[in-house]
């Protein structure tokens, strides 16, 4: 009787009464192996959204140094009924209705600003890493005031994943700031070039009951002199960024959660005083 506790049979071993086959000669060597070159890094993929932010914010550098070049791109939108633009085309009415002009002229800054700021932030990957960095301060905060070094060591990877999650985000975020810079400028120029270029009459509005100049200096700041109009149009666009910012985010998060199907995930149950579930 075999013993039950024995190794079972490799399957590479010959059963009794068979001979074991003739290993298999090994194969000579030829040459030594050469070393294995390192992989070299995929090369960078041209992206054309990274290129049109590089690009706008140079130009939003260049047009706040040069006024030249800055009252030129100004120009090209059309400035006077006498120019082709296509920016007064739109919204410059003859130059007859200047408050107007601004009111439309905030609104489409703002409205393309807000376009770009939100394809450029990923709000749900923002969030996690805002309500992780206040979770990981308290967290931090007792280590260090527990004096244990090796509390403090077992955070630092924590940390250093933290700090690249978080300027992923701020780089996601300066994106969306390269467009709103470049036209911030461009627009703000374009507009003080467009009351420049009106006449007095034209220029001239009833405000609250007190007749001004959009172009009137409306208090200096140094050797800066604010006109009125740069106060009135700030009115406008300040209201419109908060808006449209408010509504493409609330946008892009009910897209989100139809996309990855939130909306499907039943509510937990409700709990009745005693703390059981009803």
Not at 29 to 40: D, I, Q
Not at 168 to 183: P, R, S, W
Request: proline residues 8%.
């Amino acid at each position: 009787m075999s013993d039950p506790e024995a190794p079972l049979p490799s399957a590479d071993e010959p059963e009794e009464g068979e001979e074991a086959p003739e290993e298999a000669a090994a194969p000579a060597p030829t040459e030594a192996a050469a070393p294995a070159a390192p992989p070299r890094p995929p090369m960078p993929t041209f992206k054309f959204s990274t290129f049109l932010y590089v690009f706008c914010g140079l130009l939003g550098v260049w047009m706040l140094f040069d006024t030249s070049f800055r009252n030129s791109i100004a120009d090209a939108l059309g400035t006077s009924p006498t120019s082709n633009g296509p920016l007064y085309y739109l919204i410059g009415f003859g130059s007859n209705y200047l408050l107007a002009t601004m009111l439309l002229a905030g609104a489409i800054e703002m409205l393309i600003t807000a376009l770009a700021y939100n394809f450029t932030t990923d709000w749900i990957k923002a969030a996690k890493v805002q309500k992780w960095s206040a979770a990981f301060r308290k967290v931090q905060m007792e280590a260090i005031r527990s004096g244990k070094k090796d509390r403090i060591a077992a955070l630092r990877p924590y940390q250093e994943r933290l700090t690249r999650l978080s300027s992923e985000v701020t780089i996601a975020q300066f994106k969306g700031m390269a467009i709103t810079y470049f036209l911030l400028i461009l627009i703000y120029t374009w507009v003080g070039v467009v009351i420049g270029a009106a006449n007095s009459v034209q220029r001239t509005i009833n405000l609250g009951g007190t007749i001004i100049d959009l172009s009137g200096t409306l208090f200096t700041l140094g050797s800066a002199h604010i006109p009125y109009w740069f106060f009135i149009f700030s009115l406008y666009t300040v209201p419109f960024s908060l808006v449209f910012r408010r509504l493409l985010k609330h946008v892009w998060l009910r897209r989100y959660v139809s996309e990855h199907h939130l909306g499907d995930i039943p509510p937990p149950p409700a709990l009745t005083p005693a703390g059981r579930s009803a």
